[in-house]
């Protein structure tokens, strides 16, 4: 069975373009400073802009692209939330632990 939970952007945290590299690390079980730039695959303070929590509007904005040869799909309703191959990565909270969803 895949476990498909999310990792949400918690309170505090505003760069988008972070939340994707940490992401996918914790997808690759690898640190984040191993991972090929952002902006060769996208334009960071772009994606920043696009799906800030201060630009968003009545509308959900949902983007998928691929990033060092995964599929990241990162969705902005209520919550910003980044899921990578369509896989879980777990969410830390504002102590640093992470939660694992079902």
């Given at each position: ?44 303070d772009a ?44 969410a830390a ?10």
């Amino acid at each position: 069975m895949v476990n498909h939970a999310v990792t949400d952007l918690r309170e505090g945290a505003d760069d988008v373009s972070l939340a994707v590299v940490d992401a996918v690390a914790r997808q690759r079980d690898v640190d984040p400073v191993s991972l090929p730039p952002l902006y060769e695959w996208i334009e960071p303070d772009a994606l920043d802009a696009l799906l800030a929590e201060d630009q968003r509007t009545d509308r959900n904005v949902r983007l998928e692209f691929e990033y060092a040869g995964h599929v990241v799909l990162v969705e902005r309703t209520d919550e910003l939330t980044v899921v990578v191959d369509g896989m879980a990565t777990p969410a830390a909270d504002s102590s640093g632990s992470a939660d694992q969803a079902a």
